[in-house]
């Protein structure tokens, strides 16, 4: 849909440069309040090989947001499989134009998305229901949906959107450290993992674990021993300790800001896998590109998790004195 442009090699100049289908798709996605008035396109990003895109439900739709969404699939999977059987260099004839190669289905493209629904229809007619189907789809994955609860994460959503071209410059520009990292040993459990591998080789190791006898002493008054081990963390890691955790609880995340302010190193540990083009959230993205992070899971992928059990804290947790435990054994 687009082909990723980055100036002199810096990712901070990265854009994307539609293809007709990239624009046709945009044309598309913009035509959505003409057809459902309720709804208004805030925000979209256009990427390589998927869009983003942010839509602001103004008012009770008759049918729902599902109805609009199943729509916009079956447009975006007709102009895939325009710009598919154009690329095969049939010829295809619409109304009175007859298309032999596919740069003249292309400059259709070009015209929006009305005119190219319209080569769709031609290429169905020609071709026979069949054999069109056969085709190649180039859109293979339904688009999916995701509310917005806090008000903050309009804004946060926008900001990730627009750094997303900047991000994938980065990984192609570092791709050691992005790339998922199979079946890493260490002591008895293997992970996968992505970020510096390097950090497994470092001179010193600890943990970030709150426990939560120190969260409810100070929830009852007495928070000097939670702010001193909170404090400790940080000391241990200004003096260079890689420091280990899966950082699940506020009082773990609150550290691990500090860390990622002043640029120490991590290993953190997920409670899910890595999809095929994972890429950290915005909070660590930037210490896995500059090598200062590696994040570890024990498990595959799961797509259908959403939250992390008291179970997998537990375990996570465990791991993280583990990794410690051998690591520093290694020294």
């Given at each position: 849909?687009?082909?990723?442009?980055?100036?002199d090699n810096?990712?901070?100049?990265?854009?994307?440069?539609?293809?007709?289908?990239?624009?046709?798709?945009?044309?598309?996605?913009?035509?959505?309040?003409?057809?459902?008035?309720?709804?208004?396109?805030?925000?979209?990003c256009l990427?390589?090989?998927?869009?983003?895109?942010?839509?602001?439900?103004?008012?009770?739709?008759?049918?729902?947001?599902?109805?609009?969404?199943?729509?916009?699939?079956?447009?975006?999977?007709?102009?895939?499989?325009?710009?598919?059987?154009?690329?095969?260099?049939?010829?295809?004839?619409?109304?009175?134009?007859?298309?032999?190669?596919?740069?003249?289905?292309?400059?259709?493209?070009?015209?929006?998305?009305?005119?190219?629904?319209?080569?769709?229809?031609?290429?169905?007619?020609?071709?026979?229901?069949?054999?069109?189907?056969?085709?190649?789809?180039?859109?293979?994955?339904?688009?999916?949906?995701?509310?917005?609860?806090?008000?903050?994460?309009?804004?946060?959503?926008?900001?990730?959107?627009?750094?997303?071209?900047?991000?994938?410059?980065?990984?192609?520009?570092?791709?050691?450290?992005?790339?998922?990292?199979?079946?890493?040993?260490?002591?008895?459990?293997?992970?996968?993992?992505?970020?510096?591998?390097?950090?497994?080789?470092?001179?010193?190791?600890?943990?970030?674990?709150?426990?939560?006898?120190?969260?409810?002493?100070?929830?009852?008054?007495?928070?000097?021993?939670?702010?001193?081990?909170?404090?400790?963390?940080?000391?241990?890691?200004?003096?260079?300790?890689?420091?280990?955790?899966?950082?699940?609880s506020p009082?773990?995340?609150?550290?691990?800001?500090?860390?990622?302010?002043?640029?120490?190193?991590?290993?953190?540990?997920?409670?899910?896998?890595?999809?095929?083009?994972?890429?950290?959230?915005?909070?660590?993205?930037?210490?896995?590109?500059?090598?200062?992070?590696?994040?570890?899971?024990?498990?595959?992928?799961?797509?259908?998790?959403?939250?992390?059990?008291?179970?997998?804290?537990?375990?996570?947790?465990?791991?993280?004195?583990?990794?410690?435990?051998?690591?520093?054994?290694?020294?």
């Amino acid at each position: 849909m687009g082909a990723l442009i980055v100036l002199d090699n810096d990712a901070a100049r990265a854009y994307l440069q539609r293809s007709p289908l990239g624009d046709a798709l945009i044309d598309c996605l913009l035509s959505i309040p003409q057809h459902h008035p309720e709804v208004r396109v805030l925000h979209f990003c256009l990427m390589p090989d998927h869009l983003h895109a942010v839509l602001y439900v103004q008012r009770t739709m008759a049918k729902g947001i599902g109805t609009l969404v199943r729509g916009f699939w079956q447009a975006a999977k007709k102009l895939g499989r325009a710009c598919s059987v154009a690329g095969a260099s049939l010829p295809v004839s619409v109304g009175t134009s007859t298309f032999i190669t596919p740069n003249g289905i292309r400059e259709e493209l070009k015209e929006g998305s009305a005119r190219l629904k319209e080569v769709a229809a031609g290429l169905r007619h020609l071709l026979g229901d069949e054999a069109y189907y056969s085709g190649e789809s180039l859109f293979e994955e339904m688009p999916f949906i995701r509310p917005m609860g806090r008000y903050s994460q309009l804004p946060n959503t926008i900001r990730y959107l627009d750094m997303n071209p900047q991000r994938l410059a980065t990984k192609r520009l570092k791709p050691g450290f992005f790339r998922v990292q199979q079946n890493i040993v260490i002591g008895s459990r293997s992970y996968n993992g992505v970020g510096n591998i390097a950090l497994l080789t470092a001179e010193g190791y600890d943990v970030v674990h709150v426990r939560s006898m120190m969260v409810r002493a100070a929830e009852q008054g007495e928070d000097k021993s939670l702010r001193d081990y909170m404090n400790s963390r940080v000391l241990l890691a200004r003096k260079g300790k890689v420091m280990v955790s899966p950082f699940v609880s506020p009082q773990e995340k609150q550290v691990l800001e500090v860390l990622l302010r002043e640029q120490h190193l991590i290993i953190c540990l997920a409670d899910n896998g890595f999809r095929e083009y994972y890429k950290p959230v915005d909070m660590l993205f930037d210490a896995c590109a500059s090598g200062r992070l590696l994040i570890l899971s024990p498990w595959p992928y799961d797509s259908g998790k959403r939250h992390i059990s008291r179970a997998d804290c537990v375990a996570l947790n465990q791991m993280a004195e583990d990794i410690c435990s051998n690591l520093s054994c290694n020294d």
